[in-house]
């Protein structure tokens, strides 16, 4: 590999950006589950998530010596391997917190609907840069919705409301750049709105208690409401400068539920304090700056439109998190890009940035 050309070609502030959200994530997990670890619980999630995370810096280097454009060749088996996972994990999968989101293989356990996000932005970018000369009307994007509607039912049915809700993100940013006009987004709004009362009915009840307690927390304030009001108060505990690492009450007092997942920009909050949690947001506009630059400068529409589906992606999910945990959105399990633990989420946005980088590396034309 030729390092020069990886110096020259390489979107430094883009790696510099997810490094330092690595970094912190690794700073806030260690914080979350410190108390946890003294009580005489699983110590290893610090060295878990670190671990995986230097297996994914490896292979998100070595995808650099790869172009992108060799995606294209295999989008049908990437495809027929995701359909194949989301049914495997109907049939075969383990079941944890009221969910059958996993695949247990002897201690390792991995969730393949974070995965099927990557093999959806690549899959659905390939399918479009076939036909994107016949996108023209509403009717000829018909098969793009359907394209996607087989692995959104099973992810749905898992349940997971904040991946299929994320599925539809990609959707929406990839038909968006494609040329889809802003009129029938309002047809597809309004059809979204008219469908509510179907998509009330399949709902969970957990879900629909989510919602219920989204409007109005002290509904349920000891039950569904109590990770939104713990969040909140942590959050508001910080104050300018923060209680300091490893300090916060909520927190190392386990009264901030799933504090080192889906509410860990919470603990940041509570120890970090405004400047600290403005310091995160800023690394995250910073990605999405550089992948929006990356997407529009792209030589070809595939790398546009996989560039697009990432940052759709990232967005849904930054935007999502951290509304449930101010309060502002209902509480969907969704987890904070490379803050939040996780090995499947962590090196599923590694997997995501590297398609990035790559596009980057592998353009000759581009100018930031």
Same mark, same amino acid.
């Given at each position: 590999?030729?390092?020069?050309?990886?110096? !020259?070609?390489?979107?430094?502030?883009?790696?510099?950006?997810?490094?330092?959200?690595?970094?912190?994530?690794?700073?806030?997990?260690?914080?979350?589950?410190?108390?946890?670890?003294?009580?005489?619980?699983?110590?290893?999630?610090?060295? !878990?998530?670190?671990?995986?995370?230097?297996?994914?810096?490896?292979?998100?280097?070595?995808?650099?010596?790869?172009?992108?454009?060799?995606?294209?060749?295999?989008?049908?088996?990437?495809?027929?391997?995701?359909?194949?996972?989301?049914?495997?994990?109907?049939?075969?999968?383990?079941?944890?917190?009221?969910?059958?989101?996993?695949?247990?293989?002897?201690?390792?356990?991995?969730?393949?609907?974070?995965?099927?996000?990557?093999?959806?932005?690549?899959?659905?970018?390939?399918?479009?840069?076939?036909?994107?000369?016949?996108?023209?009307e509403f009717k000829d994007y018909l098969m793009v919705f359907l394209y996607i509607f087989l692995p959104f039912i099973l992810v749905l049915k898992q349940p997971d409301l904040g991946t299929s809700l994320a599925f539809v993100a990609i959707l929406l940013g990839m038909i968006f750049v494609s040329g889809f006009r802003y009129k029938?987004?309002?047809?597809?709004?309004?059809?979204?709105?008219?469908?509510?009362?179907?998509?009330?009915?399949?709902?969970?009840?957990?879900?629909?208690?989510?919602? !219920?307690?989204?409007?109005?927390?002290?509904?349920?304030?000891?039950?569904?409401?109590?990770?939104?009001?713990?969040?909140?108060?942590?959050?508001?505990?910080?104050?300018?400068?923060?209680?300091?690492?490893?300090?916060?009450?909520?927190?190392?007092?386990?009264?901030?539920?799933?504090?080192?997942?889906?509410?860990?920009?919470?603990?940041?909050?509570?120890?970090?304090?405004?400047?600290?949690?403005?310091?995160?947001?800023?690394?995250?506009?910073?990605?999405?700056? !550089?992948?929006?630059?990356?997407?529009?400068?792209?030589?070809?529409?595939?790398?546009?439109?996989?560039?697009?589906?990432?940052?759709?992606?990232?967005?849904?999910?930054?935007?999502?998190?951290?509304?449930?945990?101010?309060?502002?959105?209902?509480?969907?399990?969704?987890?904070?890009?490379?803050?939040?633990?996780?090995?499947?989420?962590?090196?599923?946005?590694?997997?995501?940035?590297?398609?990035?980088?790559?596009?980057?590396?592998?353009?000759?034309?581009?100018?930031?």
């Amino acid at each position: 590999m030729d390092i020069k050309k990886i110096i !020259r070609n390489i979107d430094w502030l883009l790696v510099f950006a997810v490094l330092a959200l690595m970094i912190c994530g690794l700073c806030l997990i260690s914080s979350a589950t410190y108390s946890f670890a003294l009580a005489g619980g699983n110590s290893w999630h610090v060295e !878990r998530q670190m671990t995986f995370m230097g297996i994914a810096l490896l292979l998100l280097i070595i995808s650099l010596k790869f172009d992108y454009r060799i995606l294209t060749n295999y989008t049908k088996y990437i495809y027929g391997t995701n359909i194949v996972l989301l049914v495997a994990v109907m049939l075969f999968g383990h079941t944890q917190l009221g969910a059958q989101r996993w695949i247990q293989i002897g201690s390792f356990t991995f969730q393949p609907s974070e995965f099927a996000k990557v093999f959806l932005i690549i899959c659905l970018a390939a399918f479009m840069d076939k036909r994107i000369e016949w996108l023209e009307e509403f009717k000829d994007y018909l098969m793009v919705f359907l394209y996607i509607f087989l692995p959104f039912i099973l992810v749905l049915k898992q349940p997971d409301l904040g991946t299929s809700l994320a599925f539809v993100a990609i959707l929406l940013g990839m038909i968006f750049v494609s040329g889809f006009r802003y009129k029938w987004f309002l047809r597809l709004g309004a059809g979204f709105v008219a469908m509510l009362p179907l998509f009330w009915m399949v709902l969970k009840d957990y879900q629909k208690n989510r919602i !219920r307690v989204f409007l109005n927390p002290e509904l349920d304030p000891f039950g569904s409401g109590y990770h939104v009001i713990q969040s909140k108060i942590a959050i508001g505990s910080g104050g300018l400068l923060g209680k300091g690492w490893m300090e916060g009450t909520q927190s190392q007092l386990n009264f901030l539920p799933e504090n080192h997942t889906d509410f860990i920009f919470a603990v940041a909050g509570e120890e970090f304090g405004f400047i600290g949690a403005a310091i995160i947001i800023i690394l995250y506009f910073i990605v999405i700056w !550089r992948g929006i630059l990356i997407a529009m400068n792209a030589e070809d529409n595939f790398g546009a439109l996989m560039a697009t589906g990432v940052i759709s992606m990232f967005m849904f999910h930054i935007l999502v998190n951290l509304g449930m945990t101010m309060g502002i959105m209902p509480v969907t399990g969704v987890p904070l890009p490379f803050l939040s633990y996780g090995v499947s989420s962590l090196l599923t946005n590694t997997m995501l940035i590297a398609l990035l980088l790559n596009i980057k590396y592998h353009s000759k034309t581009l100018q930031f």
